[in-house]
């Protein structure tokens, strides 16, 4: 069936091109100029020009007004309104670039349309216009460049000193935040530390004992496993390889651990973690954000601070903005009593990628202190958690 219906089209596409060829010749037997175009033609197609320059710029109006309307609404941060007017010098530069190209190639199209008595000009070199379309795009580049070099030096600089200081923490497939305690300083943190207690790997006395005892614990039972296991099989081999990957770790851990007698590792010990997917800025107060990333590339995006950073695994960035409008303002600003502000993952990092999302509530400093004040410190979440885990596993063995 599928062969036959191949046959069914080469054979009209034949057919149209024979039907084609006996027009043409149908047309030459009259005397027909077929591939002549007559003045009339031309002066026709002319004014066709001049009408869709007016239907065109009609359309891109109405898009305009259209569209417009659904786009973000004013920034919310202090080096979002500088962002805004780089992106709206862009806009008008691109858009009076796009008027002017336009309006002459329409216009040009219809003035010399063609004509028996018309003969175009040939040029083949003009220094002036060539200086002219080098020239000019080289001043607006640069213009808009250093607009927007100075704009990313704003978020990337230092912050200021009373900044508030959190990290925000991606892996597949969400977000935590971590704020800094009453130190106002983030302990360190690793990967070496993760695990189901200590999520964001943070370094403290208690962390580093916790994987100091369960490393050891791993490593016993490796060992326990090779005993039994076949000699020279790829069983042993796959042993072999987790014990040397364990007894590494644990190395790395033990110098930590050496470290931490010189110079205690006490930061992280009173950091908060927020639990309710979301978190709390304060309005007018400089934020000093960093970024960190448990497994692939992820990319923390605050559209309404216009605000984006790469979460690279390995590394630390970070940025800095300064919140201006709180969440009920901007409720009363958009009409919208559900709207939030939120940060989103802006790379597609993987099949779930469209949970990464948490809200961003933006309210006063009061306001602020007293949420963070109700968020435990990481030293009594994570003991907690441990206790409760401990419970439950004593609980099995019953």
């Given amino acids: 069936m599928t062969v036959l219906a191949y046959i069914v089209i080469i054979l009209g596409i034949l057919t149209l091109i024979q039907l084609v060829r006996v027009f043409e010749i149908t047309g030459k037997l009259k005397g027909n100029k077929q591939n002549e175009v007559s003045d009339g033609e031309n002066s026709r197609h002319g004014m066709s020009w001049l009408i869709f320059l007016i239907a065109y710029f009609g359309f891109f109006i109405w898009l305009v007004f259209e569209y417009g309307p ?3 609404p004013e920034a919310a941060s202090e080096h979002g309104a500088e962002i805004d007017f780089v992106l709206n010098l862009n806009w008008a530069i691109i858009i009076t670039a796009f008027a002017i190209t336009h309006i002459l190639l329409f216009v040009f199209a219809s003035k010399y349309a063609g004509g028996k008595k018309k003969k175009a000009q040939f040029v083949t070199h003009n220094n002036k216009l060539e200086l002219v379309w080098t020239t000019v795009p080289a001043i607006v580049l640069t213009v808009i460049v250093f ?32 704020y800094a305690g009453e130190d106002e300083e983030l302990g360190k943190a690793n990967y070496l530390f993760i695990n189901g207690m200590n999520p964001l790997g943070l370094i403290t006395e208690n962390t580093i004992q916790t994987r100091i005892d369960e490393l050891n614990e791993d490593i016993k039972k490796i060992e326990g496993k090779l005993e039994a296991a076949p000699k020279g099989g790829i069983k042993e081999e796959q042993l072999n390889e987790d014990l040397d990957w364990k007894i590494r770790q644990l190395r790395k851990i033990n110098t930590y651990k050496k470290r931490h007698d010189i110079e205690p590792f006490e930061n992280g010990t009173d950091d908060k973690i927020a639990m309710a997917g979301e978190f709390h800025l304060p309005v007018g107060k ?14 923390a995006y605050m559209p309404h601070f216009r605000a984006q950073m790469n979460a690279v695994p390995g590394s630390i960035t970070s940025f800095h903005f300064k919140p201006t409008i709180t969440t009920e303002e901007m409720r009363r600003k958009t009409g919208n009593p559900d709207f939030d502000y939120i940060l989103l993952c802006n790379k597609i ?9 948490m809200n961003i509530i933006v309210e006063s400093q009061e306001d602020y202190e007293r949420w963070l004040a109700e968020q435990k410190p990481f030293e009594s979440v994570s003991t907690a958690e441990e206790k409760e885990s401990s419970e439950d596993q004593k609980l099995a063995q019953k």
């Fill in 70 to 72: 659904h786009m973000l």
């Fill in 147 to 178: 607009y927007g070099l100075g704009a990313w030096n704003d978020i990337t600089s230092e912050p200021a000193d009373d900044a508030v200081k959190i990290e925000l923490y991606s892996k597949q497939f969400g977000w935590m935040a971590r």
């Fill in 286 to 299: 400089d934020i000093s954000f960093i970024f960190r990333s448990q497994d692939v590339i992820h990319s």
């Fill in 349 to 357: 990092c993987g099949a779930a990628h469209y949970n990464m999302q």
